[in-house]
Nanobody
């Protein structure tokens, strides 16, 4: 059973930075596309970023493009989300997730079948 555990969330002032980590158990991490999603209070969970298994392709929501960077270390079974120039609207619970095999878009929430428990990110203005 694969488990995903996020860490690195916290409280930061607007303009600040945080680095989220998602550690995966299991030996098959390297073969999967991994994604980050977020959910703000009263809103639906939304796509933030994704990275293919080899790390050679990345995807970003328009709202975070140029500010967030996704990366992965397959040797450590870990995916990261470096978040710079944070804004109050980035406040949310951030989740990492493992994408199912298949050619559907990595921005689709329904394509992910394993989720972490989430980590809270709060940005003060």
């Amino acid at each position: 059973q694969v488990q995903l555990v996020e860490s690195g969330g916290g409280l930061v002032h607007a303009g600040g930075s945080l680095r989220l980590s998602c550690a995966a158990s299991g030996r098959t991490f390297s073969g999967y596309t991994m994604g980050w999603f977020r959910q703000a209070p009263g809103k639906e969970r939304e796509f933030v970023s994704a990275i293919k298994s080899s790390g050679d392709s990345t995807y970003y929501a328009d709202s975070v493009k140029g500010r967030f960077t996704i990366s992965r270390d397959n040797a450590k079974n870990t995916v990261y989300l470096q978040m710079n120039s944070l804004k109050p609207e980035d406040k949310a619970v951030y989740y990492c997730a493992r994408k199912k095999f298949g050619n559907f878009s990595p921005i689709l929430l329904r394509e992910y079948d394993v989720w972490g428990q989430g980590t809270q990110v709060t940005v003060s203005s």
